[in-house]
């Protein structure tokens, strides 16, 4: 099965040319996938020899940099295994814009290696070579002076949350970045999220419409007297900054605001879309920051208004006319209200949208949704070389549209150390665009997190906050990973999430959820101490918070009577010492006082601290809730430090 972390790259193509490289690419493209394309001759050559072939390939025939010019619009990254040298000689005539090239890599034939070549920020490359690294167990080499900064690239900034980059100086703002020069930020509308990620020290002056909100970092505060050396709106305005001088600037659109459209039938659409145009030019506003139109549902066939949602490519939203009939408009119409059901098609559609969207994103706000979100009145068209009339309003929603179907990935991290997580785990985590998980566990993965990425920490008992937060960023649109120690599906968030999405009426595919396991604690203490689960074995944790102990109780007397090798989670609190005790009286009744046990705290941990003893004797060990114990069966034994349960083999 390929990762499914890897999707935002596709489609990708492979290049190798020699058989070793062609035998990493092979691997590396059954895990991701894409197409890998080797040369005709190469296929002749070793066409007898299926060792030396791929699984699937593609073949070309010409030169391979003429193939290339042919390719190349066709992907949206190329992974080569080649010389970095010849890589840049081939791709130097076909690189034209960053906005728009594909994402380059280089990985060297030995595999040692994955240099992000070209289109590091815009086209990804940088986080492509991190992922391909941790897949294959290599070095990234990463040179942008953002991520040497710990800083996410400015021109990428909004991709996450459906932003739309507007006008700017891109490439004079990343170049002051570089240089560490002070860029303001000014932000209007759209989820701060991002600023979280931001390091201490950060090079941004950050303001909101309301006033200066200052530097997150330790850096000296900035009067308001000082020159900055770039500005950065986030915004629904659209700034001219054709004309302004000195310093470079950029502007990001959030998609906020809501178009409501009234019309008579058969209205066109360019006339709908010049009333939206001109609308939007009249009150400065972006285009690029309309979230979706909305309208009555009797026009949700409208050819004109379909048309515009395709061309602009943005949803519509529709409501019943009793629906906007309860709706406050600044000015309603006793004509409207004759011909539809509703004195108000355009102000009360946009408003509703507005409000409608937050309210489906409300665990997002920190205070309720405005009572009314319109921010221009209903405008009217009418044009003689055009067939009938337009009413435009406009709305704007606390919660941007991000136009993408949001993902969550529920992590298992193993026992602790890094290299026990599995390597789809890894790019998962790498590659979401949020982590959330307990502190503990959060700062065990800390190598995997990259710049940019929003990092959310709870306590230990904050469970259904965790599953409730990761859930509604992953509705808005964003890639969520949710990390538990061990497995995710033993004793972790899986479960807890998928029961909180049922209770929210998933439907299973919106938004997409990948489970991907983990070495759990048990299997990881097993490990440590020999092989204790070779026969039929269960886990029990003690802790009653969650379920009552009689029922515990009653687990831990069938598998002690079963003759179960037990593995005992969560054995003791600091207020929860005597379950532990009463396990142990439970199990002495069925098995033998030598029985061995393992007492394993902080399993493949740098304080790892392991004991093999006897069921007797097991509280005379220090034991903790970061202690996994394991109680061997009847015929259970130990050598030396080791645990062994025979499955029967030299019988």
């Not at 515990?552 to 003791?572: Q, W």
Request: with cysteine; proline share 5%.
């Amino acid at each position: 099965m390929t990762n499914p972390t890897f999707s935002q790259f596709q489609p990708i193509g492979f290049m190798g040319t020699t058989p070793q490289a062609v035998q990493l690419l092979d691997s590396l493209q059954n895990s991701i996938d894409g197409n890998l394309w080797i040369s005709k001759n190469y296929a002749q050559r070793y066409h007898q020899d299926q060792t030396l072939l791929p699984e699937k390939f593609n073949i070309y025939n010409s030169a391979l940099k003429e193939h290339l010019a042919v390719i190349w619009q066709n992907y949206n990254s190329l992974i080569f295994c080649l010389a970095t040298g010849a890589v840049v000689r081939l791709i130097a005539p076909l690189l034209k814009d960053k906005a728009d090239d594909p994402a380059i890599i280089v990985i060297d034939p030995e595999g040692r290696f994955v240099i992000s070549l070209c289109g590091g920020h815009q086209g990804g490359a940088d986080l492509l070579t991190k992922m391909v690294a941790l897949q294959i167990g290599a070095t990234p080499i990463i040179t942008g002076a953002s991520n040497s900064l710990s800083l996410p690239g400015i021109d990428i900034l909004g991709r996450p949350y459906g932003w739309r980059k507007g006008q700017g100086s891109w490439t004079k703002l990343m170049m002051e970045i570089a240089r560490q020069n002070t860029i303001e930020v000014i932000q209007e509308a759209g989820s701060n999220l991002w600023q979280s990620s931001l390091p201490k020290g950060h090079i941004f002056s950050l303001s909101n419409s309301n006033g200066r909100l200052g530097n997150w970092g330790d850096r000296e505060e900035i009067s308001s007297e000082s020159v900055y050396q770039g500005k950065i709106w986030i915004s629904v305005k659209q700034r001219d900054l054709s004309g302004e001088p000195g310093i470079p600037q950029g502007q990001w659109h959030p998609r906020v605001l809501w178009v409501g459209i009234g019309c008579e039938r058969g209205t066109s659409k360019q006339l709908i879309n010049q009333a939206i145009t001109e609308t939007f030019a009249k009150y400065n506003l972006a285009e690029k920051a309309i979230a979706g139109i909305a309208t009555i549902d009797i026009k949700a066939d409208e050819i004109g208004i379909v048309e515009v949602c395709r061309d602009r490519d943005l949803p519509l939203q529709t409501f019943a006319a009793q629906t906007l009939k309860q709706v406050v408009v600044p000015t309603p119409s006793a004509i409207v209200n004759q011909e539809v059901g509703t004195p108000s098609v355009a102000e009360a559609a946009a408003i509703s949208a507005a409000l409608l969207f937050d309210s489906q994103n409300i665990k997002l706000l920190e205070q309720e949704p405005k009572t009314n979100p319109l921010i221009v009145k209903k405008q009217i068209f009418k044009q003689e070389q055009q067939p009938g009339a337009v009413t435009v309003a406009i709305a704007q929603s606390e919660i941007e549209y991000t136009g993408k179907l949001g993902k969550l990935y529920l992590v298992g991290i193993g026992p602790g150390s890094l290299d026990q997580i599995t390597t789809a785990a890894k790019t998962a985590i790498t590659g979401a665009d949020v982590v959330i998980g307990y502190s503990l566990y959060v700062d065990l993965v800390q190598p995997l997190f990259r710049v940019g990425q929003v990092i959310e920490s709870l306590p230990i008992t904050q469970e259904k906050q965790r599953g409730e937060r990761a859930i509604a960023l992953a509705n808005q649109g964003l890639t969520v990973a949710v990390i538990s120690s061990g497995d995710c599906g033993i004793y972790g968030m899986a479960g807890l999430v998928l029961e909180q999405l049922k209770l929210n009426n998933w439907d299973g595919q919106t938004p997409q959820v990948r489970v991907f396991p983990g070495i759990s604690a048990l299997q990881a203490a097993a490990s440590r101490v020999g092989a204790p689960l070779m026969h039929d074995f269960c886990a029990i944790s003690l802790s009653d918070l969650l379920t009552p102990w009689k029922v515990i109780m009653k687990r831990l007397e069938a598998a002690a009577m079963g003759d179960f090798v037990t593995s005992i989670y969560n054995p003791r609190s600091q207020k929860r010492v005597q379950q532990i005790v009463k396990a142990q009286e439970i199990f002495l009744q069925y098995r033998e006082p030598d029985t061995p046990v393992a007492i394993v705290r902080s399993v493949y941990r740098d304080d790892e601290q392991i004991t093999v003893t006897s069921l007797e004797k097991m509280l005379e060990h220090p034991i903790d809730m970061l202690t996994t114990i394991i109680i061997g069966n009847s015929n259970t034994y130990s050598h030396g430090d080791w645990m062994i349960t025979p499955r029967g083999y030299l019988q």
